[in-house]
């Protein structure tokens, strides 16, 4: 209890104080130990590249700022299944599409459920090369692409200017260890690892420092799988009945981003 010659604010100043004092030692700590931070998050890629099939269901927030200024959040869920080196499927459904991504080796096929609207285009090669298409040249990016490479760690780390190693934290009951980057084009990402011999990532957020109101996007990872755990998965595509093909440009309600949200 506070003694009544207190002057008002002395506890908030104390606490403000505290404050300050707890995030400086909180950053001179993080700045020492920028080592073991990349040494967890190395050991997490050599863990993801070891393994030859993975599966995992997903939860993704995609925040966004209008030109009113008010910050608006994105929700959707799906399902990763990849063997390693050329097979891929990914589900995602949110308020505003349900899309399946489905690559064997030679052939990216993405069908818009519920328009029964389809695209097909040839992209051989390897599921890195397919995440780099999908980025690069179709502009629609992969949810957590960089984490499905085959060599995670040089894909995260090739921009990063600044390391942090902020402890642990726990995601559904997971303890993880939490790091934190920035890079020199103005994104920023954090990445909760599971603790122990399984060191997946269970969340992943990336947040874009130079746009105003710092859109930012988060994917929670869930019932992780590896190797031989992973059940055999289809990786062929089959139109559905009275399913119309498109051009991949033109097919609608397949982004992250609705077409609704577009910049004009």
């Not at 967890?40 to 590249?49: E, I, T």
């Not at 090369?129 to 999908?134: C, S």
């Not at 934190?180 to 399984?198: H, L, P």
Request: with cysteine.
């Amino acid at each position: 209890m506070r003694s009544r010659s207190e002057h008002p604010f002395q506890n908030a100043r104390l606490l403000a104080a505290g404050l300050a004092l707890a995030a400086l030692t909180c950053a001179t700590s993080a700045q020492a130990d920028d080592t073991q931070a990349k040494s967890l998050l190395k050991a997490m890629s050599d863990y993801m590249a070891a393994q030859d099939a993975i599966s995992f269901e997903y939860d993704t927030s995609l925040e966004v700022v209008t030109k009113q200024k008010q910050k608006l959040a994105l929700a959707s869920s799906g399902a990763v299944k990849l063997n390693r080196p050329d097979k891929l499927n990914v589900t995602r459904q949110g308020g505003f599409a349900n899309v399946e991504i489905v690559f064997d080796g030679k052939t990216l096929s993405v069908l818009g459920k519920d328009a029964n609207l389809y695209a097909q285009t040839e992209v051989p090669g390897t599921t890195d090369q397919l995440i780099d298409a999908l980025r690069d040249k179709f502009h629609r990016p992969l949810p957590a692409g960089d984490i499905l490479m085959s060599h995670p760690y040089d894909a995260l780390m090739s921009e990063v200017t600044d390391v942090k190693d902020l402890g642990s934290g726990v995601i559904r009951g997971e303890e993880c260890d939490h790091l934190a980057f920035r890079t020199k084009e103005g994104v920023d990402w954090q990445i909760w690892i599971a603790q122990g011999q399984n060191p997946y990532p269970c969340r992943y957020v990336v947040t874009s420092t130079k746009v105003a109101g710092f859109p930012q996007y988060t994917i929670d990872i869930r019932s992780w799988k590896a190797g031989a755990d992973v059940a055999a998965g289809d990786f062929s595509f089959k139109a559905p009945d009275g399913a119309q093909k498109r051009d991949l440009s033109k097919l609608p309600d397949a982004d992250e981003l609705p077409e609704i949200f577009s910049m004009k």
